[in-house]
Every structure is written in C-alpha cells, then in structure tokens.
C-alpha cells in the first residue's frame, strides 16, 4: 500500500508538471515593431525559492533596444510589477550591450532576440496547488531611422507546486544568465588613470592568456564615457591599454570607472572565457570634460554618406575626405551667382579661340594658377590673421565695409564692361594692352585672380564643412583644403583648355554673344544691390547712400572717357578725374570707419532672440531645445534659407509645437563669441544650422536647408 501510494503521490505530480508547462504558456504581445511577453525558467513556483524570469522582446529586423546607458540617445527598457503580497522582482539583469551606430550618433542596445531577466522571490507560506498571475507593465523605445515609444501589459499565469520542471524557456534563459557581464577574476589586474579628458584602463592578463582581441567599454552611467568618440587599444609590456573619451557632459564626481567591458574573443579564465566583464575600478587623478562632439548634416540627410560610420566630429575625417570636400566644393563654386557670368565668358571665349592646341593649354593651365594661387594667399592670410589672435572664418573680407565697398564698385566696373559701356583693352594704355595681348598666359592668370576676388562672397555646398575641416587641422592640411577648393574651380575651364574635343559641345561665337553678355550684367548688377544692402546692416543706411553716389560718379567716369576722349578734347580728362576724386571723397569714409554708425546686432523680430553663449546655456539648462542661425547679411544661401525654409509657415508650426527657443547669431559684423561658437562646432564660414537638445550633442544640419529636413531634426 505504502508503494501504492507513492506511485500514485508521483504521477500525479508528473500530471501537475504537464499541466503547469500548459499553463505557463502566455501568449506574446505584439505592437508595432516587437513581440513582448514574459517568461520563465520553470514551470511553476516552489515557495520559499527564487526562480528567473524575463521580459522576452523579439524586435523586427532593422530595429533595436537600448541598454541601461542607451548612449547618445534612445532610453532604457522599464519594467513595472503588480504581484500577489510576499512576492518580490529585482531589478533587471542586463545582457551586455552592443553598439549601434546610428549616423555619427553611437547608441548601446540590443537587436533580434532579447531576454530582461529578473529574479522573482517566491513566499515560503505560498499555497501549493494554487495559480498565481504575475503582471507587469514593459515599456521601451524602439529606434530605426525613426524611434517609437512601446509598451504592453504583460502577465504570466504559473501554478504553484512543491518542485518544478524547466520550462520550454530554461536553456534561453540559462544561456542569458550564462552570458551576462561578470566581474574578472583575480588574474586579471585592472587600473585607470585618469589623463585630463581621456582616462586610460589598463588591463594586464594572467600569463599565458589569450589576447581578448578588439575592446569595448560601456560605461554604466550616463555622461561619463563619450559614446560616439573613438576608444583605441594598445598593447605594450604584456598589458592592454584602452583609452576612453571623457564625457563633455561630464557632472558630479567621477572617481570610479563602472560598466562592461567587451573583448571580440573574450577573457580566458581558469573556468572558460568571460565574454563580457563588469568592472569597477577606481581612477588615479580627476577627470576633466572632453570636447563637445559635432553631428554633421550627414545625421539627418544622405549628403556626407562617404564619413565613416561612427565619427563624432569633423576633426575625426580622413584628410582624403576633406580634401574630396573641398575639391568638389569648388567645382560647384563656379556655379554661384558671382562666379557663374565671368567665367561662363571666359569659357565662350576659349570655345571661339583660334590658337593651337599647345598655346590653349598654356592658357588653361595659367588661369587655374592664378585661382590656385589666390586661394592660397588668402589662406595664408586668414591663418597669419588667426595666429595673431583674431577670430576669423571663410568669409572674414566680407566683415569689412571696406571690402564690401570695393567689391561693389568692382562689379559694377566689370557689369559696365558686359554691357558695353567700354571695353578693358581699350582703356589700359596701349603698351599694357599690347603686352596683355602678346602675353595671354599672363592675361589667364591675371583672369584667374579676378575670379577667386569675384568668387569671395560666395560658398558653395561642401565648403563650409572642408573649411571647418582645414581651420583646425595643422597649417599644411589647411593649406592643402585651400588649394583643393582652387583646383576645383579651376577644373572646368582647365579640362576645357586641355582637351580641345570638348569645346565643340559649346555653343559657336556670333551676333549672339554680344547680346548674353549684355544679359550676363544683370546678375552682377544684382550682386552689387546685394552688396549695398550687406553695407546698410553693417554700418547704417547712409552707407547705402555714400555707395550710390560713387557708382553714379564712376558711371559718369566710363560715359566721359568713351563720349569725349577720342575728340581730341582735354575735357574728357577733366570729367573723369573730376569724377574719381568726387568718388574718393564720398567713400573715404567707409574705408576709415567715419562717418558712419555701425549697427547693432539684434535679432530680426518673429521670435528671434540674439545670440549670446550664455543665453543658449541658459536656455537649454532649462530644458528647452534651442535652434541658432548662424548667418550673415552677406551670406547668400543663408538669405535663400531664411525666405523659403525658416519663415515656411510648416517650420514655423514645427518649431512652436516643439517648444523651440529660435536663436540668431548674426556674423555680418566681426563677432569673437560667434567665431568661437563656429570653430566648437567645426565650422569656419556661414551659413550653420544647429539644434541643441537639452542632454544631448548638438546636431548640425545641412548647409542647403529643405524644410522636411528642418521638421525631421525637430522631431529627434
């Protein structure tokens, strides 16, 4: 009887196992981009034991969770439990964290299968026989190219029993347990010191041990560790030596360096491999907070696709990439409204030439010297400028009244001659004229020079960034970025000169050409109306004034020496000279700095407030993202994108729905604070477009706004 009863007393435990497996099992839910349930180890609940359970997430191909530390941005899975009295749930034991680079942000999470485990504390005094519902509410982000907030209400019905079989669910969940982050063993001796704003963790193994290949470290706190910045190893004397990034957001203490730490082939032991350490070890020295990383365009548009996965910043690019930047930055230069008449002529010009081939190409490759060289002197000037202590940047000439004076009468000289006032040959002496025609080579490069002088106000897309690029790299990189951009404005006229068969898809010389020329003044005239209104916000409306009288006198100057000179009369002579000291008179002032009141910068209305360093800090310590316009009077695309993007009424929606404190830093005037601004972000010219995000790096956008681009960035 007594073995009776025992059979009896086992079978039906066996069937009180079965059952539980059936009753263990949760359906999962599923929201947009994942599958959630909970699970666990075994199929009921023995009181007064500790059994494990888990938030299984099973995220879509493409998407990802984050980790604790979700990085540089994302948030951390959460879990909130309703359980039954005397029952108790830890904290989540994290699996360790991959890296996932999003653009030039780098964020710690997870992707495909995840199991959250939780030790769950069963009561001694829990009733067997009984079901127990364990309910808790998950909630997480869920990231791609775009994030969405997650969550479900999950709950999972176990029996309670005097012993329990593993669950279908036990060999996941032990190979999870199996693999979470442990502490070294002592064979391994961990150190950190730290060194300003880098620390250096150095790890020196047991003898013998296998190199742990390519190290990771995620720290465990938020602002301690720069996500996106690079960690380099080295290995030296039988230790391995990771140096980390300090935060730029660095707060509080920092006197321990806490996290995982992740080796490609693991860290040998006398029991296995450790995959993943936790370490705590504590730092020699004080850290100090790193620089502040830059997000370039390439985070919200495909433009800089060729940076490398993961770069922080702009002083992280290969040479080669800057140096393709500039390149091609110049090749678009020829493009811009300056640029575009002089050298669409001179290439027509070159379509209608007679000479031989040798002497074109002597001609081509002048011209491209003499732009080459220009661009090279005014780096050369803008880097002595900056070793002397000024705050400069692409652009600086045009902070100038002065410069913006002479560049005016300069186009409007050069808009008379396209409209036939009076022709350059004609009015040099005729020995000049005669050496300028025997020499043409000389003329190219003379026409070279003129070209990067009538190409000054412009920048082209791919510009700002090179020459944010070359400003903080040493003197021989920056001057290479400058003479890239020269080889790159250069290269059309140059191929064309080089290789005669492409001239033929130009149109031929004729009556024609007369009339484009003619046509070709007006974008300069414009230009010149452009440079008048540059002048009004820099000094004052009677600086526009001043302006007009001095071209009204040098037109009166070209009418007098083309309507009179060949009579014979000394009354040309007069008219002119009367006209060019009348014209020194009148604009003497604004090359001296008198006479004129120079204006201050404020914001343009609408929302706008004026930039101060200060005033953004304050801004964003109060939670608020902060949108700055860094532009300038004189900046072209910077007007362009304030007309058609930031006054778009959809943007302007955007940014209020959002909360967007709109700040404008106005560069038309020398300006140190906002020089320095640009040259934190990488930048050395406008126009810059940046958002800052309370807790987060800045993200810089596209220098050529679209208002999808601008909507899409507020919503990060």
Same mark, same amino acid.
């Given at each position: ?93 994290? *699996? ?18 995840? $199991? ?95 190199? *742990? ?387 201050? #910068? ?21 939670? #608020? ?75 810089? $956008? ?15």
């Amino acid at each position: 009887m007594h073995r009776l009863r025992l059979l009896r007393r086992r079978a039906l435990a066996f069937v009180a196992c079965i059952l539980a497996v059936g009753l263990a099992h949760a359906a999962p839910v599923r929201t947009d981009h994942v599958n959630a349930e909970l699970v666990a180890d075994r199929a009921a609940l023995v009181p007064g034991t500790t059994t494990t359970l888990a938030l299984r997430l099973d995220i879509d191909r493409g998407w990802h969770t984050y980790w604790r530390n979700p990085g540089e941005s994302g948030l951390p899975t959460t879990l909130a439990w309703k359980l039954p009295a005397g029952y108790q749930a830890g904290d989540i034991e994290w *699996p360790a964290p991959k890296a996932l680079p999003a653009g030039p942000l780098v964020n710690y999470g997870y992707e495909g299968v995840v $199991l959250h485990l939780v030790p769950l504390r069963v009561p001694a005094d829990a009733a067997v026989g009984q079901n127990v519902t364990l309910a808790a509410r998950a909630d997480w982000l869920v990231c791609r190219e775009t994030c969405v907030p997650e969550g479900a209400d999950l709950t999972l019905v176990l029996p309670v029993a005097g012993d329990a079989v593993p669950s279908k669910w036990h060999d996941a969940i032990a190979a999870t347990q199996a693999a979470l982050p442990k502490p070294l063993p002592g064979s391994w001796k961990t150190s950190a010191v730290a060194k300003g704003s880098r620390i250096a963790l150095t790890l020196t193994p047991p003898a013998n041990a296998a190199d *742990p290949g390519r190290l990771q470290f995620f720290a465990d706190d938020e602002r301690r560790i720069e996500a996106s910045a690079p960690q380099t190893r080295e290995a030296a004397n039988g230790q391995y030596v990771l140096d980390l990034p300090v935060s730029h957001e660095l707060k509080g203490g920092f006197a321990s360096l806490r996290g995982v730490l992740r080796g490609a082939t693991g860290f040998a032991t006398d029991n296995g491999v450790v995959a993943a350490a936790a370490i705590d070890v504590p730092i020699a020295g004080t850290p100090i907070a790193g620089p502040k990383p830059v997000i370039d365009a390439s985070a919200v548009t495909a433009s800089a696709a060729s940076l490398p996965t993961g770069a922080a910043n702009i002083a992280a690019w290969p040479v080669a990439v800057a140096l393709a930047f500039a390149l091609v930055g110049g090749v678009l230069l020829n493009l811009m409204p300056c640029v575009f008449p002089i050298l669409s002529l001179k290439a027509l010009g070159l379509a209608s030439s007679d000479g031989d081939r040798g002497a074109l190409r002597q001609e081509g490759v002048a011209f491209a010297a003499g732009v080459v060289v220009a661009f090279a002197a005014l780096g050369l000037v803008l880097l002595a400028l900056r070793a002397g202590g000024a705050e400069l940047g692409w652009g600086f000439q045009l902070q100038s009244p002065a410069v913006v004076t002479a560049l005016a009468i300069l186009f409007f000289v050069i808009a008379q001659n396209l409209s036939g006032v009076f022709e350059f040959g004609a009015f040099v002496p005729s020995g000049v004229a005669s050496f300028a025609h025997a020499n043409r080579h000389v003329n190219a490069f003379a026409s070279g020079l003129l070209a990067v002088a009538v190409a000054s106000p412009c920048t082209a897309p791919f510009m700002g960034a090179a020459l944010g690029y070359a400003l903080t790299a040493p003197v021989v990189v920056t001057l290479g970025v400058f003479l890239a951009l020269g080889v790159g404005m250069a290269l059309p006229y140059g191929l064309l000169a080089w290789f005669p068969q492409w001239r033929r898809m130009l149109p031929r010389p004729g009556p024609w050409l007369v009339r484009l020329k003619q046509v070709l003044a007006f974008p300069l005239y414009a230009t010149v109306a452009w440079l008048a209104w540059v002048l009004a916000a820099q000094v004052g409306i009677d600086a526009v004034l001043r302006l007009g009288l001095v071209l009204v006198l040098v037109a009166l100057a070209l009418f007098a020496w083309r309507a009179w000179r060949s009579a014979g009369s000394a009354a040309w002579t007069g008219a002119v000279a009367a006209a060019v000291v009348g014209a020194a008179i009148v604009v003497w002032p604004l090359f001296v700095g008198g006479g004129t009141q120079e204006v201050p #910068r404020t914001a343009s209305g609408d929302g706008w407030q004026t930039f101060s360093p200060a005033g953004v800090a304050q801004l964003t310590a109060e939670g #608020r993202p902060v949108f700055v316009d860094f532009t300038a009077a004189w900046c072209i695309t910077c007007q362009v994108n304030e007309r058609f993007v930031l006054n778009d009424a959809r943007v302007r929606d955007a940014f209020a729905q959002n909360g967007v404190a709109l700040v404008r830093a106005d560069w038309t005037r020398r300006d140190p604070a906002i020089t320095q601004a640009l040259a934190e972000l990488g930048r050395s010219g406008v126009p810059v477009y940046v958002l800052y995000r309370p807790g987060r790096a800045p993200l810089v $956008l596209p220098e050529v706004l679209e208002r999808r681009v601008v909507i899409d960035a507020l919503a990060s």
